[in-house]
DNA sequence: GTCTATAATTCGATAGAC
DNA sequence: GTCTATCGAATTATAGAC
């Protein structure tokens, strides 16, 4: 049945990317074979070529489903949460690993797509569009929170959500380094130090 | 002379570091192979054996130069510049390579030794010691600016060295796949959030 | 201490069977 | 669409000359 074909055909490339995402995490795009990313999906290099037509044709089908898992969580910390804390604890959560399909890989995929989309012009655009849509999603986020709350944004939603993702990002270096150096209410502090929280920043009006 | 002979086995060291720090930068540590690093330092692979013992070696011995350097360019834009913003502003400087002899190669190397660092246990200590030491000083940079201008910081000392450098690193990652994102100002006005300088959070004593 | 030459392995990519 | 088999190129690391 042709049913059956394009579910397995489907299947193998879904496989295949998984694998690409955990070995390029933890390796590196270039420390890995097209030959161990085969294995790890239970399929063989000619699967591989047939479907994406080499490694850096892997690279680039990752990214676009990165891009999507991305947008989905980020999406999820918003709707699924209510206050403004626990949505950027949730994403704060889901970079480190903590939960996600991902495992603690997240934050490793980050920093090696990051490095192959400013090293290959290729890469470039997606990479810069995904995280244009991040800061989109979650200025849109702060925007919404400013409106609801009454509370005013020390910065314009774009600007603010370039400074949210900023520090997330940097912090969850430091982290992975060393846990203790940046724990979760620090962050938070941060962030509402950003973002204009009262509670944090016990700001006047003025 | 055995002077000579000492001053060729030192430059061949150096040759062989500069070459690894720009071929790691910009083709990452498995993309480049150890007679690509030679080649590029004028070298040959039997020297690059003699000396790091592999590429491995090379690499640890990259980092613990990268270490003195980050000390050096942190403690130079602290001793030069008499404002915090223009402090502030040398450090984002020189990690986006604007200047300084590393050129724009300077946060690429950052992050792939960020992620070798992360991925490999014998250089882990090594690379969350840098990180210390770069909060260290810029924590008692911080400290000293806020007893000399009275002005209190939000945050303790150490506290607010590790958010200022997680927004740096963060406001860095955006810059480089789109500047127009992340501009100076918008920076400065972030990290003046964090750090709590009046004049950008417009804070009341309380 | 540095170079040339090379051994042993592994890589990306392809051809052809099924 | 997937697998087996394999080619040519490139890689790490070593051996021996100077």
Redesign the interface.
């Given at each position: 049945m042709a049913r059956t074909q394009e579910q397995r055909k489907a299947e193998t490339r879904r496989r295949l990317i998984d694998a690409a995402a955990d070995l390029f995490a933890?390796?590196?795009?270039?420390?890995v074979s097209a030959e161990a990313v085969a294995d790890a999906a239970d399929r063989t290099t000619g699967a591989l070529y047939k479907h994406f037509g080499g490694k850096e044709g892997l690279l680039l089908a990752l990214l676009e489903v990165w891009k999507e898992e991305t947008v989905e969580v980020l999406t999820a910390a918003f709707e699924r949460m209510p206050a403004l804390d626990e949505r950027l604890t949730a994403i704060w959560r889901s970079l480190n690993g903590a939960q996600g399909r991902r495992g603690d890989a997240w934050l490793?995929l980050e920093?090696?797509l990051?490095?192959q989309?400013?090293?290959d012009p290729v890469m470039?655009e997606p990479?810069?569009e995904r995280?244009?849509d991040i800061?989109r999603r979650l200025g849109e986020g702060l925007r919404d929170w400013a409106e609801q709350t009454g509370a005013p944004l020390?910065?314009a939603p774009?600007?603010a959500a370039?400074?949210v993702?900023?520090?997330?990002?940097?912090?969850a270096?430091?982290h992975?380094?060393?846990p203790s150096?940046?724990p979760d209410d620090?962050?938070l502090?941060?962030l509402a130090?950003?973002i204009?929280t009262p509670s944090a920043?016990?700001?006047?009006p003025?």
């Amino acid at each position: 049945m042709a049913r059956t074909q394009e579910q397995r055909k489907a299947e193998t490339r879904r496989r295949l990317i998984d694998a690409a995402a955990d070995l390029f995490a933890r390796k590196g795009y270039a420390g890995v074979s097209a030959e161990a990313v085969a294995d790890a999906a239970d399929r063989t290099t000619g699967a591989l070529y047939k479907h994406f037509g080499g490694k850096e044709g892997l690279l680039l089908a990752l990214l676009e489903v990165w891009k999507e898992e991305t947008v989905e969580v980020l999406t999820a910390a918003f709707e699924r949460m209510p206050a403004l804390d626990e949505r950027l604890t949730a994403i704060w959560r889901s970079l480190n690993g903590a939960q996600g399909r991902r495992g603690d890989a997240w934050l490793l995929l980050e920093m090696e797509l990051w490095l192959q989309g400013v090293r290959d012009p290729v890469m470039a655009e997606p990479l810069a569009e995904r995280y244009r849509d991040i800061r989109r999603r979650l200025g849109e986020g702060l925007r919404d929170w400013a409106e609801q709350t009454g509370a005013p944004l020390r910065h314009a939603p774009d600007d603010a959500a370039a400074l949210v993702l900023g520090l997330i990002v940097g912090a969850a270096v430091q982290h992975r380094l060393d846990p203790s150096t940046m724990p979760d209410d620090l962050l938070l502090a941060g962030l509402a130090d950003l973002i204009g929280t009262p509670s944090a920043a016990r700001r006047q009006p003025d």
